[in-house]
């Protein structure tokens, strides 16, 4: 039985990041994807406080960071999302579970909202809409893509549980999204995810649809040409990365 | 052994003459509905109409397999939650949670006669007198920790784990009980085996150690409390939860096909007998007959003691499907030796399962 403690995880990457020293520059665009966290304050504190999950600590530290007159939008690049990115990578791997990612998009809440950063200047890969299946209730799967989504660097704009087909062409209209997601856990509800990609078609709109969740799977979505399918959220993160910004 | 002797023996990890086909979790479609004249929504209601449909699978395929009720929310409807009745081929579900915190959580004096249970324990009666004697009656309940989600919201219960574990405890304790009276009630009403479906606390959702301290307690008190054969069935990715799961008192469990048979033997080992794990989508719903077939004997090579399909069948899967699974053991005789059976777990082996 592997045992596993999210604690040992965690202490891992920072142990890891600290013994590699410090300096004090914000850390370079070019940090390689994966749980690496910055090396210098107070980027690396705001990252750490996301990744365990400390609310409390994420909002003073980004409060204390603009107060010593860091810009709010370094705190959240290269701090509090890096640390949003780590907790990404350990979900992936199976190191990191549910409430673990959840406490940490409440962590990064805090964080944004202390430092006044703006949620939508962080979506410097573009927009990315999701959504649940019109009938479908279930909402759980869609918050987590949702967090991991924003945290690789896309705005997210949630519709909901059990979106019909004119929400979401409405919503590709007002937010020009690079791309539509969808999330259904029940294969009487996966047929409505043809229906909107038929319809946002017939509007002349041409964009990815990447559908997930256990009733989806690659044969359901080559029903369709513009329907892509993500077995779980690197793989969708993946398929956005590759996708032209708007 | 008629299907009902054999599924009970398999559950209990006793002798059978071939592998027994059987479903824990729902496997009614909408041509069976058809067939029946009794459809959802009106079906989760009407205690006629839910037996009715319910005995199709075994009516209309052979496929032994009477299980009511055909959703999850039935204990979060009689906790206070609001609900999507659901449509012809889409189970009801819930809309809003009930109560905000644990405190707030009321379990209602008259649980037993709240919302659509009185509807359930009738077509419990129904189907025991009617088909009783052959095939098994399978009282579906919810597992507390799923329950919890309901009534909480499932955002909102999780992240206690972390915030408030206290909670989060009393939240699964609160849930979990019940889950419990509505098993003692299922059970004289003439269930056979009680069937508990937890799928929030999913190794997709959970750690293996968060499973260890907020689940497996109270399964645990669950499956002592239960007097007839019983089985937990949690679908999603559970290699992390199967050395608890073992540990939970539970006759059988059920698993979908994101657990290999191998990897589920190796860890439960004879503790508990092995249900599952034909994929309800891939292969029941867009598969062919030919495919359930292969599907099946794969399993039964690597030690499934009951063939199912992995979690509820989609209300669309073909019947021809259905019906492949029922004659599936056909193509498999039970190993009597243990040489016979170690070569069949070889077989399994260099069929390209990795352990």
Redesign the interface.
């Known amino acids: 039985m592997k045992a596993f403690t999210l604690g040992l995880a965690v202490g891992r990457l920072i142990g890891d990041g600290r013994s590699s020293g410090t300096d004090d520059q914000p850390p370079s665009e070019n940090t390689p994807a994966g749980p690496v966290l910055p090396e210098s304050e107070p980027y690396r504190s705001l990252a750490e406080s996301v990744l365990k999950g400390d609310v409390a600590g994420a909002g003073n530290l980004a409060a204390q960071a603009v107060q010593d007159g860091v810009d709010p939008l370094d705190i959240a690049l290269h701090g509090l999302l890096k640390g949003m990115d780590a907790v990404s990578d350990l979900y992936n791997r199976r190191q990191a579970f549910v409430p673990e990612v959840l406490l940490a998009a409440r962590a990064l809440d805090a964080g944004l909202q202390e430092s006044g950063g703006e949620r939508d200047a962080l979506g410097r890969k573009g927009v990315v809409i999701i959504h649940t299946a019109e009938g479908d209730l279930h909402d759980i799967g869609k918050n987590i893509v949702a967090a991991i989504v924003e945290a690789n660097g896309f705005r997210v704009i949630d519709l909901g549980t059990s979106v019909e087909t004119p929400a979401v062409l409405a919503a590709i209209r007002e937010y020009r999204p690079i791309a539509v997601v969808g999330s259904s856990l029940m294969t009487s509800t996966r047929g409505a995810f043809l229906t909107t990609a038929d319809h946002i078609r017939e509007n002349g709109i041409s964009i990815p649809f990447i559908v997930g969740g256990g009733a989806c799977d690659e044969r359901f979505a080559a029903q369709r040409d513009t329907v892509q399918y993500a077995r779980d959220p690197a793989a969708l993160v993946k398929i956005l990365n590759a996708l032209p910004a708007r | 052994m008629n299907a009902k002797k054999r599924i009970i023996a398999a559950i209990l990890g006793g002798r059978v003459d071939q592998i027994p086909v059987w479903l824990p979790v729902v496997g009614v479609t909408v041509s069976m509905m058809e067939q029946a004249r009794a459809s959802w929504p009106e079906a989760h209601w009407d205690p006629e109409l839910m037996a009715k449909l319910a005995a199709m699978p075994w009516e209309f395929t052979r496929l032994p397999a009477v299980t009511v009720p055909f959703c999850l929310s039935l204990e979060a409807e009689a906790l206070g939650c609001e609900i ?1 009745r659901g ?1 012809l ?3 009801p ?3 809003k949670p009930a109560f905000d915190t644990p405190d707030a959580f009321e379990h209602p004096e008259n649980l037993l006669e709240t919302g659509r249970i009185p509807a359930v324990l009738r077509a419990l009666e129904i189907l025991s007198e009617k088909i009783g004697d052959d095939v098994p009656i399978n009282a579906k309940v919810t597992g507390g920790f799923t329950i919890a ?1 309901h009534v909480f919201g ?2 909102r219960f ?2 206690w ?3 408030d574990p206290d909670y989060a405890h009393q939240a699964v304790e609160r849930s979990s009980e019940v889950t419990r009276e509505l098993i003692g009630a299922f059970e004289d009403h003439g269930a056979d085996v009680i069937s508990m479906s937890d799928p ?1 606390a999913s190794g ?7 499973y260890r301290e907020f689940v497996l307690p109270y399964h645990r008190k669950i499956a002592g409390a239960t007097r007839k054969p019983s089985v937990l069935h949690i ?3 559970t290699k ?1 939860l ?2 608890y799961i073992r540990e939970s008192g539970f006759d059988a469990y059920s698993f979908e096909e994101k657990v290999d048979v191998i990897t589920a033997k190796k ?1 439960l080992g004879d503790d508990i007998s092995l249900i599952g794990n034909i994929a ?3 292969t029941m ?2 598969g062919t007959p030919d495919k359930v077939t292969a599907d099946a004997v794969f399993a039964m090579q690597n030690g499934i003691d009951i063939l199912s399909s992995g ?1 509820t069948l ?3 899967t073909p019947l021809e499907n259905i019906r492949a699974l029922s004659k599936a053991p056909e193509h498999y005789r039970v190993p009597k030796e243990p040489e016979e059976l170690l070569r069949e777990f070889v077989r399994g082996l260099a069929a390209g399962v990795e352990p």
């Open positions: 999507d449509t081929n889409r189970t579900s819930v809309k989600g499932v955002s999780v992240s784990i972390k915030t929030t997709d959702l959970l750690s293996g150690e968060q679908c999603g990715n992390d199967l050395g860890l309800p989508v891939a719903l867009e979690c989609s209300p669309f």
